[in-house]
């Protein structure tokens, strides 16, 4: 009896095994082959990177990548089966040759530190953008020649590659010059040697791989297969530091971004941009700032805004306002007769001026709102619309100066403070106190990863940073993004490089990250949530002259757990409290004195992407303000570290482990999910030395709850997921839909969080899988956001279903009665297994 019932029991288990086992290797060989984005995500038609299995290899089809990145891109027509490639032997995925953009929204920082006299002397700093001016009188003016700063580099596009065309053409010429003025103000902001605009690291030796071509309609993209060469071009080089103000979409696993890893293992320091998508919320990190190992740079406002300025006569005062780069020497912003002011309403029924406006600006001064496309793109619609000139009004505090690089976009355009928004002509340069010095951008991107690591790791100054221009745009001017601040980290390193040589890349990412300086929210007194500003705002004379290292640098926390640690002695842990135990070791590097430690906790405000009633919010709440009407201490983070109690002196030279408790805010609820966070202080004072302690922060963050359980697809309170007519209408009788010549129904939905697998495939009453939807399958997916093209993810039901991911397989499904299911893959899910999904299924329809 006892026998048969294990025996039963076992049989149960392997059968249950079995089953997981057959979904998985179907679902499995899916994923192995060919990945399919989502239809918003901008990808180049007809091209794909293919990535294959184990270290590194030689191939050779289309361009090769075998330094950093294992595989080989491929260009076909658009109607070439990406699944003819993952099929051959060695292929571990193929992937679709995704667009890349510049985090640049449209001042040098004067941030003075003790000089320790480091220019950034001998350092190798290769850089991939737009090109540069190397003409500029403050950028060498010289190229390869003996003595000259740019020493490196070479043109990956030429002027006329739009990566959005499937033919696009290449044409790289002999020497990286920049046309649209982002890669010039980006290594001004590294090495310009002045006399009016000095970088960081002045002295530097340069390289510049130009991936960036000249703007066209407002766009010029550049697209990964040619970005990893440039990538691979410039490891070859040599560069001790490698800086990337690009990015997009973001996932660790992202062809780029794993190069950018591999580029960190084998010893090059890579700073990239974390991303200018703040104001859509959490989850905006980009990629290749994911890369493991990757410096991931957030952005701080400028505390002067220096830039070419007109004067605007409002009814109480006259005000000096910046102007754009064509607004200045050669579009003045001025108009010799009265002109008349309009405000914008575009096609997506908006003030964002981001679609084709519908009235006519003939003659006429367009007033835009400013979001969520570029400046760009609001002038050329704009212009093209008749409109003679463009004011844009900032949606948010503070000032900043448009930047308007497209050529053909030849009206001036401004941009004015919100608060003028509401309501004359001299040019000049100013420099004008900005009100939102030293606080975080709000273009800044938050983290964290889709995976939970916290991004970005530490911020520099980008918001409203005046450097070089090319020569033929103005010389100079003012830009703000995270595209700006990664120079400056760039800048940064090198001078910590030129005065530690020896340190590895990771010990120059610790010491960064735990010397620099918390950011506090001028609004609430509060510390800045790590997935908004990392370690904070670098502090580099702290990092070379660092006296302690401490790894991990960050605490990027999964899950708190509930109950009391295993036999647990510890008496600070109470009843229902959910923490996470985590580890930190500490190395004193003074050879002669001993240190003793404190830690305190500098709790920060907790973020939630949602509203205490379940539905998103593009604007994370914070905890504990949003908590009416007092604030109550304990939804705060409380930190521990039993061992201090025992000893906290650390020997000359000693390394030591220390185990830290992170008690997650007693009065935030499970079901609102906040991600908590804050920074362990740790305060060191060396023998001898009680007046100076130095404190050194280690940032943490995690989610308050399980992670795993969470749901990705939003709350069924925002009515989604829904079966709509094709205008968008919900419909109420599921019948007679699909056939040629009648409407198809449309399957909407929208992802809160990133996914990695997302499928609609339609079934028939019996649940039988009948196919996918078109568009229906997806991966490495990112949560919708807030732009009138992002804001909802949908599917086509209409009658065709294809067999196949890739969507080449169409069958016409009989007239019957089906329904959709929508399947979601759960955080840190396995997409082999088929409980790790949430899944909605539709109501009945019936296809006639
Ligand atoms: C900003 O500019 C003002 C006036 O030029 C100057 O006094 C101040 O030091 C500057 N602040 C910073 C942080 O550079
Ligand atoms: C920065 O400092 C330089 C030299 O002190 C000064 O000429 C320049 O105006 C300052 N710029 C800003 C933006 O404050
Ligand atoms: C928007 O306007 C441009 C230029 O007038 C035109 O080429 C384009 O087709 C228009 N787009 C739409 C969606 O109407
Ligand atoms: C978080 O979970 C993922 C997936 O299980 C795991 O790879 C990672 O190590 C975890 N991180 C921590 C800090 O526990
Ligand atoms: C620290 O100790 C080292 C080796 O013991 C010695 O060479 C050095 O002079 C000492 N430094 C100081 C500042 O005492
Ligand atoms: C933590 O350290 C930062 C940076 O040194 C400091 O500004 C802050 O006041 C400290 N907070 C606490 C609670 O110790
Ligand atoms: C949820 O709360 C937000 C913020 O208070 C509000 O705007 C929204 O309408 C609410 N939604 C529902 C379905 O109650
Ligand atoms: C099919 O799935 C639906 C919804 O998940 C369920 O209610 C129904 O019982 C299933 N039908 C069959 C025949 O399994
Ligand atoms: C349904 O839509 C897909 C995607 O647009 C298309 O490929 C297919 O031909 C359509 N089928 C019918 C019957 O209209």
Redesign the pocket.
Known sequence: MKVNATFCLLALAFLGEQTANALSSEMRDAIKMVVKYPPHIDVKPGSFIVELDGEPARFSIGKQYHLLFSGFSVNADENFDPALLASLPGVKRVWPVKLRTMPAEPSTANITYPNLGFTGKGVKIGIIDSGVDFNHPELGNCWKTPGCMWQYGADFVGDNYDSRDSHAIINPLPRPMDCMGHGTHVAGIIAAQGPKVTGVAPDATMGMYRVFSCPKNGHNPSSDDVILSAVEAAYKDGHDILSLSLGGGGWPEDPLAVACSNLVKKGVIVVAANGNEGTSGLFTAGSPALGRGVISVGSVDNWNNTGSAISITTKSSVKSIMSSTPGNEEIPFFFDKETQLVAVND?SDSDLGC??TTQSLSGKIALIKRGVCTFDKKAANAQ?AGAVGVIIYNNVEGMLSPSVTDPTINIPVVIIAEADGNEGTQRDIITVESTTGGQMSPFSSFGPSPELDIAPLVSGPGGNIYSTFPLKLGGYTSLSGTSMATPYITGTIALFKQAHPEYTVGQIRRALITSAKPRVSKATGYNIHPYKSGGGLVNIYDAITARAHFFPPVLSINDTTDGLPNGDTRNFMQLGMRWAQSSVTIKNLDANKSARIALTNAASESLSSWFANGTFSAVPRTAPESFDPVPNPSIFTQVFAPQLLGSNLLAPGEQRELEVFIVSPFGLKEEDRFFYGGYLNFTLTWDGEDDSPKTYTVPYAGFNGNYRKQDVLSDPKEELPILTDDEGNPVSELNNFGVSGSKPLIANFRLELPTRMISLTLLDPENKTLGFLPEGYGEYVPRNQQGPSSFISYSIINGTVFEDKEATQPVQVPPGNYRVRLQALRPFGDPGKQTDFQIWDSPIFSVS
């Open positions: 096609e679609t084709n093209a």
